[in-house]
């Protein structure tokens, strides 16, 4: 039984419509448009937006409650003229809401709904009741219109049965992405979520979960097959329905089934093109555990350069991205190979040096043997000095002057060519000693990778 109640005064009226016996002892909870939300449809706000809002009953198939609210703003202002003018700005927008009164989704509409009953009322399958009332004062409600927010109050109110348990609804997820072998610690946010009985990613439950409030649950996710599912949660009210906002990708973890050549120089500098699978999310490369500079070809490519070292050995070639880090194997492994001379071309007056490290720092300067028209390769086994860039690319060992310009040939194309020079501060051979000045030709490539071209000269 529905029963409409009216009361008014010459001054002052309310009528209140829709307020079933049924849902009689349940606090009835306003529909509305958040201020965010209806400043955003508006696009005006000049001294607060007031609202009028109308329910039009429950959707389908979802059974949310659904309705249409008026939005209005006055802007004022003095004109080119003089005086004050006001602009009023309107529009009409069409909401859907939840059984909580959150609203699930929101749309401008083109024009004025038409037919629009400020008196009423349905109910749904569960007893739930959505209601108009009107508020009027210093007029008659029969006067009323929804342009006139000062006298005129119309608002919509959703009554839930005594015994009805709203349904979950997911609206977020902290994580999107993770890899195919689980593990991934998610945040769900949305409504109705004390309660939970199970949170499943597809058709998988989560590893595990843990419910922090009705707004809240903390799960991890399983392993399953590489995909994008919605999460659900199930509780005493139903399973949340899916949406664009619930939804999880898992990210097959790369594989790296070859790599060419697979062998450099312990100085690094050595371009390896890496063959697997799911390499396309790279976001990182590592030769034996040191970062190296990459660049991803495909899902089945990436072109990196080794990073320099301090001996030579056999390392593993790893790919990160979401979905994990590749497996190791012998398909993956890179032997360094001894130090092979310094490089580019010298007078048999000149000294050369070998470079190792990148553009981030630290940076190692070898010193070769005195060069000689038959012997241009042999190195020092021991360092000159170690030299550490900032990330402004200026060398801050004392007394060093930084890069300075480009030098004359020498680097390969794509490259830049600097010369650098300063005092060795540590790590003396057999040639040098703490105080000596060196110099030396660089490349730096576009991954950050810098290669010795040549030494231009050792004043001792």
Same mark, same amino acid.
């Given at each position: ?108 509409l083109p024009s004025a709904p038409t037919n629009l009953d400020p008196t009423f009322v349905a109910l749904d399958a569960h007893g739930n009741q959505v209601s108009n009332l009107l508020s009027a004062v210093n007029v008659l409600p029969a006067n009323c219109t ?51 009985? !199970?949170?499943?990613? +597809? *058709?998988?439950? $989560?590893?595990?979960?843990?419910? =922090?409030?009705?707004?809240?649950? @903390? %799960? &991890? /996710? ?40 697979? !062998?450099?120089?312990? +100085? *690094?500098?050595? $371009?390896?093109?890496?063959?697997? =699978?799911?390499?396309?999310?790279? @976001? %990182? &490369? /590592? ?62 007056? &000149? ?30 086994p021991t360092l000159a000095g170690t030299f550490t860039w900032s990330g402004s690319a200026q060398n801050t060992v004392d007394s060093l002057n930084g890069l300075t310009s480009p030098g004359q040939g020498g680097c390969r194309a794509g490259s830049t060519e ?37 030494g231009t000269a050792f004043s001792i």
């Amino acid at each position: 039984m529905i029963r409409r109640i009216a009361l008014g005064a010459a001054t002052s009226a309310l009528v209140l419509v829709g307020l079933a016996t049924t849902a009689a002892a349940a606090a009835p909870t306003s529909l509305l448009l958040p201020q965010t939300s209806a400043f955003s449809s508006l696009g005006h706000s000049c001294g607060g937006i007031q609202e009028q809002a109308f329910t039009t009953g429950f959707e389908t198939p979802g059974g949310y409650p659904v309705g249409d609210v008026y939005l209005q703003t006055r802007c004022g202002g003095s004109g080119r003229g003089g005086g004050y003018h006001t602009t009023t700005y309107s529009a009409w927008v069409g909401v859907t809401w939840d059984f909580t009164g959150a609203v699930v989704s929101s749309a401008v509409l083109p024009s004025a709904p038409t037919n629009l009953d400020p008196t009423f009322v349905a109910l749904d399958a569960h007893g739930n009741q959505v209601s108009n009332l009107l508020s009027a004062v210093n007029v008659l409600p029969a006067n009323c219109t929804v342009g006139n927010t000062s006298y005129c109050t119309y608002r919509a109110v959703l009554t839930l049965d005594p015994s009805f348990v709203s349904p979950p609804r997911i609206t977020g997820d902290s994580a999107t992405t993770g890899p195919a072998a689980g593990g991934t610690s998610v945040t769900i946010t949305g409504t109705g979520l004390t309660g939970a009985t !199970s949170v499943h990613f +597809g *058709g998988t439950p $989560a590893a595990s979960y843990s419910v =922090t409030g009705d707004t809240s649950i @903390t %799960a &991890v /996710s399983p392993a399953a097959p590489a995909g994008t599912v919605d999460v659900s949660v199930t509780t005493a009210g139903g399973t949340s329905s899916s949406n664009a906002n619930d939804q999880f990708t898992f990210v097959a973890a790369p594989v790296v089934s070859s790599i060419q050549p697979n !062998s450099g120089p312990v +100085g *690094g500098g050595q $371009a390896v093109t890496i063959t697997g =699978t799911h390499l396309a999310g790279a @976001t %990182a &490369v /590592s030769f034996g555990g040191t970062p190296a500079g990459f660049t991803v070809d495909s899902d089945t490519s990436i072109t990196a350069v080794s990073p320099a070292t301090d001996a030579t050995d056999a390392v593993h070639v790893a790919v990160t991205s979401p979905g994990g880090t590749s497996a190791t194997g012998a398909n993956d492994q890179f032997t360094y190979t001894p130090a092979t001379g310094c490089g580019g071309t010298c007078v048999s007056s &000149v000294q050369c040096a070998k470079l190792g490290g990148s553009a981030a720092g630290p940076v190692t300067i070898s010193k070769c043997t005195p060069k000689s028209s038959a012997n241009k390769s042999a190195v020092s086994p021991t360092l000159a000095g170690t030299f550490t860039w900032s990330g402004s690319a200026q060398n801050t060992v004392d007394s060093l002057n930084g890069l300075t310009s480009p030098g004359q040939g020498g680097c390969r194309a794509g490259s830049t060519e600097y010369d650098i020079s300063g005092i060795v501060t540590g790590g003396t051979s057999t040639y040098t000693t703490v105080g000596d000045t060196i110099a030396a030709r660089l490349c730096l490539n576009s991954s950050g990778t810098l290669s010795l071209v040549k030494g231009t000269a050792f004043s001792i």
